[in-house]
């Protein structure tokens, strides 16, 4: 189930209204992606710096994030066609330096090191850890949950962005082949 033009204007709105802070701009960045590029959620958790090309505006997509009993890790995307190009928007470009920023102070404050450049990192660790771990996936879906209910909205999913990507650029006009 995706929203229609209304609950979306009113999701976007509540989701741009959170103040910039290290875990909103983390949030932000990660369904904005989702919704305005049609990624899906092991891809965008996969994502490191080096995928973002700020002169042309646009991500390359090359591997998904998973999760299994408690093991984190990195594939190949779903399909051969998944390994894409995808561009972005101001807004997108945006988030990210704010988050770029936000997150390279929050590694520096708790002295954690980020050799692979992942975007996005998981924010609960064991003491003693140096080395970022890969976010935890169903930590967005959580929160994506709290957010709608606060906001009084009707409850979305992670893969219904996807859907929204889609849908509301088949409406535009946009070719998806």
């Known amino acids: 189930k995706i929203y229609q033009s209304k609950d979306l204007e009113c ?6 209204a959170l103040p910039d802070d ?33 002169e042309n505006k646009v991500i390359d997509v090359t591997q998904s994030a998973y999760e299994i009993v408690g093991k ?33 102070a929050w590694l520096e404050k708790h002295s954690i090191a980020n050799p692979q450049g992942l975007l996005f990192t998981a924010t ?30 009707p409850r979305l999913t992670i893969h219904a962005l996807r859907h929204m990507a889609c849908s509301y650029a088949l409406a535009s006009g946009a070719d998806l082949s």
Not at 81 to 96: K, M, Q
């Open 72 to 104: 984190k890790g990195f594939k190949d995307p779903k399909t051969e066609s998944s390994i894409r190009t995808v561009p972005y928007d101001e807004r997108v470009e945006e988030l990210f330096l704010k988050y770029r920023n936000a997150h390279e």
């Open 11 to 16: 999701f976007l709105k509540a989701l741009f």
């Open 124 to 153: 609960k660790f064991v003491v003693g850890d140096r080395e970022v771990t890969p976010a935890n996936m169903a930590a967005l879906d959580r929160w994506l949950k709290r957010f709608t209910e606060v906001n009084q909205l």
């Open 22 to 54: 290290f875990y909103n701009l983390r949030h932000k960045l990660m369904i904005y992606i989702m919704l305005l590029t049609g990624l899906r959620r092991g891809e965008t958790f996969a994502l490191k710096y080096s995928n973002f090309d700020l």
